[in-house]
Nanobody, 121 residues
Framework: QVQLVESGGGLVQAGGSLRLSCAAS????????MGWYRQVPGKQRELVAT???????NYADSVKGRFTISRDNSKNTVFLQMNSLNPGDTAVYHC???????????????WGQGTQVAVSS
């Protein structure tokens, strides 16, 4: 199995910062794209940011200039530095990873259990 464990969520005031981490472990040969998604009750899951194994990042328009995604391939870990947080960022943040189980295998998508981010006004 592959497990993704997120950490770093919490309660912060508007304008503050949080840094999320997601560590993947288990049967992993390599990881292609990793990303962060967020979801609030009653709304569709929203892509926040993705990053390739080579470090190419993409961001949702709502977080551009405020959030930075990065990764440490040697540790199978992805980070999300969130600055200038506002109440609209309140959500459960989930980590996603596309995992290659062994060389030449297909990729499988895995999700973490999520970490709560709450931003007060």
């Amino acid at each position: 199995q592959v497990q993704l464990v997120e950490s770093g969520g919490g309660l912060v005031q508007a304008g503050g910062s949080l840094r999320l981490s997601c560590a993947a472990s288990g049967s992993i040969f390599s990881i292609d794209v990793m990303g962060w998604y967020r979801q609030v009750p009653g709304k569709q899951r929203e892509l926040v940011a993705t990053i390739t194994s080579g470090g190419s990042a993409n961001y949702a328009d709502s977080v551009k200039g405020r959030f930075t995604i990065s990764r440490d391939n040697s540790k199978n870990t992805v980070f999300l530095q969130m600055n200038s947080l506002n109440p609209g960022d309140t959500a459960v943040y989930h980590c996603n990873a596309n995992v290659e189980y062994y060389s030449g295998s297909s990729f499988g998508a895995y999700w973490g259990q999520g970490t709560q981010v709450a931003v007060s006004s």
